[in-house]
């Protein structure tokens, strides 16, 4: 049986747009309480005008810096009474190949996508641990498992597939705490994920994506379809948690040609 959670508290990362904005979307809709933590201040006021201001509280927050997330998380936790699950979604990508990152590059992916996990996971665990069902979900992707998702994202899935390594361990670790931990894998969706990218470099892999792995790419999800399956997640039972769950579109697209 599933758990209603009405009343509960999420803290998602990187909510101002994309799954995340669709995922605290979700979460509203099922009557929980949300604190929404990303960078971008402006987007954060306009989700926040969007969900409620009695149901979303945004805090702008650079979840690279530690002592910004511990600022975050203890204003959702003193504005709403308490957190009850995070969802680690905050993320970046950068295309092209190895040998065309910039040192920057390197630095930005690795510190967003593992280093800020585990600062949000460490500041929220002690908040956890006073719930009654708590979760922590993290958002990996399908380039960390499946090697045609698309080419020129060698640093990305990589960092995803550390994030996995470090999920399976972290459940073990949260057990005798009381608290679920879950690996999300979503394939390709409409976002803005590319949002930013330099254009050479993006048709370059483009390019090399179709060339290596044929004409054919997987569509028809939307950023709804992965919040349903987050909102699916922090609903089990507790005691009951759902260890992977990878959610990738079913139609078959032919790739762009650029």
């Known amino acids: 049986m599933s758990q209603s ?25 099922r009557g929980a309480r949300v604190g929404l933590l990303a960078r971008d201040e402006e ?3 306009a989700a926040v005008a969007k969900l409620g201001a009695d149901k979303a509280l945004a805090v702008v927050a650079d979840i690279t810096d530690s002592a910004a997330v511990q600022a975050a998380m203890d204003a959702v936790a003193a504005h709403f ?12 990508a950068k295309p092209g190949f190895v040998e065309q990152y910039t040192d920057a590059e390197v630095q930005a992916q690795l510190q967003i996508n593992i280093a800020g996990l585990i600062y949000a996971c460490r500041v929220a665990i002690p908040y956890l641990e006073q719930s009654q069902n708590p979760r922590i979900i993290n958002i990996s992707s399908a380039s960390a498992y499946h090697h045609d998702e698309m080419l020129g994202l060698s640093l990305y899935a990589a960092s995803k597939a550390a994030v996995e390594r470090l999920s399976r361990d972290l459940r073990r670790e ?3 705490k009381g608290v679920g931990v879950t690996i999300l894998r979503p394939g390709a969706a409409a976002t803005e994920f590319a949002a930013g990218w330099e254009h050479d470099r993006f048709v370059e892999t483009l ?13 028809g ?19 009951v948690s759902v260890d992977e769950l990878e959610i990738r579109p079913n139609r078959l697209m032919e790739k762009v040609k650029v």
């Open 174 to 176: 949260m057990q005798e």
């Open 221 to 239: 999800m939307s950023v709804e379809h992965v919040a349903e399956a987050v909102a699916f997640c922090l609903a089990m039972d507790p005691g």
């Open 43 to 45: 987007r954060l006021a």
């Open 5 to 29: 959670i009405a009343g509960m508290v999420y803290v998602v990362t990187g909510a101002s747009r994309g799954f995340g904005l669709a995922i605290a979307q979700e979460l509203v809709s």
């Open 207 to 219: 390019n090399a994506w179709h060339k290596r792995c044929g004409p054919y790419m997987d569509f």
């Open 81 to 92: 009474g308490g957190i009850d699950g995070l969802v680690n979604n905050a993320g970046i």
